[in-house]
């Protein structure tokens, strides 16, 4: 069985499936080349599916709050502007994006944000923001504080705590220089971690253990058969 955190790897276990029977690959961060003097985008800004568990109820809430911030939502137009509603004017709707169109929505990041209020698996608008040298600050739950090490890589907050987010984006917003810091710190990371090349390694060699662990099990069957 593979799983992506420590967290899911848990979960497994207390179902009752065996620990030797469990790996951990996390997602992959893509590709992507940054230049060293890259700049801090203009926006606190949300990628991602524009529905309840994902928090995005929770990150407007926050907008209200800080209202002299400026906010992008990347996701359903037509489902961002129901949820805005006329009542956040500090908050810009850039609707779905793809490809390079996407890239260039980090790009304008000061910071992303991802307040899910519900577990998640390893989210790829986190693995992709750090390797796009984005300060992240995301939910402290399931296994996303695996991911953004609070202090350093970004900020964690209390799942559903609008208030406690807000906090932590104007304190965010206020040190361009930390968000650099931990911008870089989270690239470093994703590639030392979430590389394609790290993650083949680690792949190949889960299928190592688990062919290992096929062919102890038929040595045991055909013990058994003989005896």
């Keep these: 069985f593979i799983v992506q955190t420590e967290f899911q790897k848990a979960k497994f276990i207390n179902s009752g499936i065996a620990e030797e029977r469990i790996e951990i690959l996390p997602g992959i961060a893509p590709r992507s080349e940054t230049s060293l003097d890259h700049e801090l985008g203009d926006f606190v800004t949300y990628i991602g599916r524009i529905s309840p568990e994902k928090g995005i109820d929770v990150f407007l809430h926050a907008a209200k709050t800080v209202s002299q911030v400026p906010f992008a939502v990347v996701g359903n137009h037509a489902e961002s502007r129901r949820r805005l509603d006329g009542s956040c004017t500090n908050v810009t709707s850039l609707g779905f994006l793809r490809g390079d169109a996407l890239m260039h929505a980090y790009r304008r990041a000061r910071f992303v944000v ?111 058969e003989l005896t």
Excluded: H
């Excluded at 390797?131 to 890589?153: F, H, K, L, Q, Y």
């Excluded at 209390?158 to 710190?185: F, S, T, V």
């Design 114 to 224: 991802a307040p899910s209020i519900w577990y998640e698996g390893f989210p790829n608008v986190i693995a992709t923001a750090m390797i796009m040298r984005n300060a992240v600050i995301s939910s402290r739950i399931g296994g996303i504080p695996e991911i953004v090490d609070d202090g350093v890589t970004g900020l964690l907050c209390e799942p559903g705590n609008a208030q406690d987010l807000a906090q932590k984006i104007q304190y965010l917003w206020d040190r361009p220089e930390l968000c650099k810091q931990m911008g870089q710190a989270g690239r470093e990371k994703a590639l030392r971690e979430y590389s394609p090349e790290k993650c083949y390694e680690r792949l190949i060699a889960i299928y190592q253990k688990a062919n290992i662990l096929a062919r102890r099990a038929a040595v045991m069957r055909c013990a058994t």
